[in-house]
């Protein structure tokens, strides 16, 4: 079965400054996708990045970008620049590309220090 | 464009009252529509997902139900509510060539007393 784990209960960082948060997953499979979504104290989960496993070029979006290690099966976010308004709950999640369904890892909580 | 609406945004109910949680997707057809649970500090637990009008597969044995009488609508349901339900429920759904990413209400609070 797979699995999706995050070790990093909480993260802090300084404003402006860079942080990456970890994920590691376990599959036997070859094709899926990744996630990286952001859940704020309002708790609306937000989608941070997506990935495909087919793709080796890392996903990008603006100042959030991952390093997508295929072999190692790694999957890290790294927040670039942070801002305030990015402290929130983050969580990594693995989709089959023969499923519907998420595999979710607990979250790791991202503190943004003014 | 699409929306998701989830209500109501919280709840207290009693112990061995009934629930009823519903979701209704807009501005698209025939989605994968989701039920996940949260507790406090934690991950997201998936109860229910439906491909379609009355398809629904469990993933966890509980005192909860789920039904989908119309393409866009999802409900979830209990009998009669447990200390052991309260929590954070989100709505998900997915559709068409980004079936691959799901997208989430604003969540209901449960709290059973």
């Known amino acids: 079965a797979q699995t999706v784990t995050q070790s990093q209960p909480e993260m802090s960082v300084q404003e402006a400054e860079t942080v990456t948060l970890s994920c590691t997953y376990d599959?036997?499979?070859?094709?899926?996708?990744l996630f990286w979504y952001k859940q704020p104290p309002s708790r609306q989960m937000i989608l941070v990045i997506r990935?495909?496993?087919?793709k080796q070029q890392n996903a990008t979006e603006n100042r959030f970008s991952v390093n997508f290690q295929k072999a190692a099966k790694s999957f890290s976010l790294k927040i670039s620049d942070s801002q305030l308004g990015d402290a929130a709950m983050y969580f990594c999640a693995y989709r089959s590309s023969s499923n519907y369904q998420l595999i979710w890892g607990a979250g790791t909580k991202l503190i943004i220090k003014p | 464009s699409q929306t998701i609406h989830q209500w109501p945004a919280t709840l207290v109910q009693p112990v061995g009252s009934p629930l009823s949680l519903e979701c209704t997707v807009e501005?698209?057809?025939?989605?994968?529509l989701y039920w996940y649970r949260q507790a406090a500090g934690r991950g997201l637990q998936l109860l229910f997902y439906?491909?379609?009008?009355?398809?629904i597969s469990s993933e966890v044995p509980q005192n909860l139900s789920a039904s989908r009488p119309q393409d866009r609508q999802f409900i979830l349901s209990s009998k009669k509510l447990l200390l052991s339900d309260s929590g954070f429920y989100l709505c998900?759904?997915?559709?068409?060539?980004?079936?691959?990413?799901?997208?989430f209400g604003a969540g209901t609070r449960l709290s059973v007393l």
């Open positions: 439906s491909v379609g009008i009355g398809q």
């Open positions: 501005g698209t057809s025939n989605p994968n």
């Open positions: 599959t036997s499979e070859s094709d899926y996708y």
């Open positions: 990935q495909e496993a087919y």
């Open positions: 998900a759904w997915t559709q068409g060539v980004t079936k691959n990413i799901q997208y």
